[in-house]
Structure formats: structure tokens, C-alpha cells
């Protein structure tokens, strides 16, 4: 099975609503994690990422902590915009953990 | 900086014929991954270049694929009697490796990608 998982999407917020996209991931040792985002007729780009235990990745408002007891990497953003609409992907990597992505969540805000 | 760049960015093709895409990195990238996405996944590592050398290809890529690099700048992916299955869309990222784990923690540059489809 997938070594990342995403929680499902759409996700449909309002403006200035509190966002949490869950990420858990399986691996016996210590890989890196990141999150992507991806806005309509965009490449992917790299949102934040996080290379050990607790450390909490950061950029544009998102939040995400690398959980390693609780092997999570939830992403968080305390009041989303409209133009934070876009699909987002954990994804994990590094050492001998080859580039592995979730399926993606949609995220869909309303004015 | 002007990016990755991909070509083309569309390729309609029949079932059985070859095609080949072609992905340039950011100039002074030394290495080079190539991705499959289908609709409603995630991107599914396919095969990762660093320099010229091509390290790793997925246990999941058919035969059929094959990619270079090979004076370590611009990369190929070709795939010979393409199936419908295929049907997807092809991406490349480039990053700076500067560590000597096998995967590092770089980060990864996307170019807009390939949309294949297969009749």
C-alpha cells in the first residue's frame, strides 16, 4: 500500500476558516517530509518540509510538524484565503526513501 | 533561473506507437527525477538521475520506459509501443543535491509536465 496517506478531499472552507489537511506515513527510520501545493494550471512547488523529529516546517502561513511518535505531518494554516485554493501533497523522502506522494487533498475556499 | 521546462506539453498518440518527451532542468541542477501522475493520485517516482549516472528506476517501470540524461543537463523519457494505460501525465523535477544520501533532502523544482494520452 502507500507509504503516505492523505486525508480525502475537497476540503470546502470559508475565508478566514482554521484548515487541517492530515498526512501520516510508514518508515522504520527517519526520512524527511514535505508538502507540495499545486494552484490551478500550476507545477507542483514545494510548500514546507521538515528533516527530523519535531521540527516544524513553515512558509506562507502553513504549518506542519513532524510527528515521529505519531508518524504525522499534519498540515495547518489558522485562516485560509481564497487564494490558498489549490491541491496540496505530503509527501516523504530522503536517505534510501525514494520521492513518495500522497493522492493529494483539494482544497477549495469561499470568499 | 528561468525553470523547468518540459516538451512537449501535450502528446496525443496511438496504442503501439513510441514516443518521447523531453524535460530541462534548472541550469545547474545535478539532478533530475521523472514522475507519472494519474487523475485523482499523487506523483509515482519513476526513475532519478544524478549527474549522467541514472541511480534508481522504479520495480514498477516496464521495460517499455526508458530514460537518459546524457551529458547530465536535458533528460529523455521515451516509451516504446505505448499501451492506454499510459495515459497519464508525465512530470520532471530537478533539484541541488548536496548531500550524499542517496535521496536527499533537497528540494524538488516541477516543470508543468507531459499529458499523454493514448487511443
Known amino acids: 500500500g502507500n507509504s503516505v496517506t492523505q486525508m480525502e478531499g475537497p476540503v470546502t472552507l470559508s475565508e478566514e476558516a482554521f484548515l487541517t489537511i492530515n498526512c501520516t506515513y510508514t518508515?522504520?527510520?527517519?526520512?524527511?517530509l514535505f508538502w507540495y501545493v499545486q494552484y490551478p494550471g500550476e507545477g507542483l512547488q514545494l510548500l514546507l518540509k521538515?528533516?527530523?523529529?519535531?521540527d516544524k516546517g513553515s512558509n506562507k502561513g502553513f504549518e506542519a510538524t513532524y510527528r515521529k511518535e505519531t508518524t504525522s505531518f499534519h498540515l495547518e494554516k489558522g485562516s485560509v484565503q481564497v487564494s490558498d485554493s489549490a491541491v496540496y501533497f505530503c509527501a516523504r523522502s530522503g536517505g534510501s526513501y525514494i520521492p513518495t506522494f500522497g493522492r493529494g487533498t483539494s482544497l477549495i475556499v469561499h470568499p | 533561473d528561468t525553470g523547468v521546462s518540459q516538451d512537449p506539453r501535450h502528446k496525443i498518440t496511438k496504442r503501439g506507437q513510441n514516443v518521447t518527451f523531453r524535460c530541462d532542468p534548472i541550469s545547474e541542477h545535478n539532478r533530475l527525477y521523472w514522475y507519472r501522475q494519474t487523475l485523482g493520485q499523487g506523483p509515482e517516482f519513476l526513475t532519478y538521475?544524478?549527474?549522467?549516472?541514472?541511480?534508481?528506476k522504479s520495480r514498477l517501470l516496464s521495460d517499455r520506459f526508458s530514460a537518459e540524461r546524457p551529458k547530465g543537463s536535458f533528460s529523455t523519457l521515451e516509451i516504446q509501443r505505448t499501451e492506454q494505460g499510459d495515459s497519464a501525465m508525465y512530470l520532471c523535477?530537478?533539484?541541488?543535491?548536496?548531500?550524499?544520501?542517496?535521496?536527499?533532502?533537497?528540494?524538488?523544482?516541477f516543470g508543468p509536465g507531459t499529458r499523454l494520452t493514448v487511443l
Open positions: 521538515a528533516t527530523k523529529a519535531d
Open positions: 538521475f544524478q549527474n549522467e549516472a541514472q541511480l534508481e
Open positions: 518508515a522504520t527510520g527517519y526520512p524527511s
Open positions: 523535477a530537478s533539484s541541488l543535491g548536496r548531500g550524499a544520501n542517496f535521496f536527499d533532502t533537497d528540494t524538488q523544482y
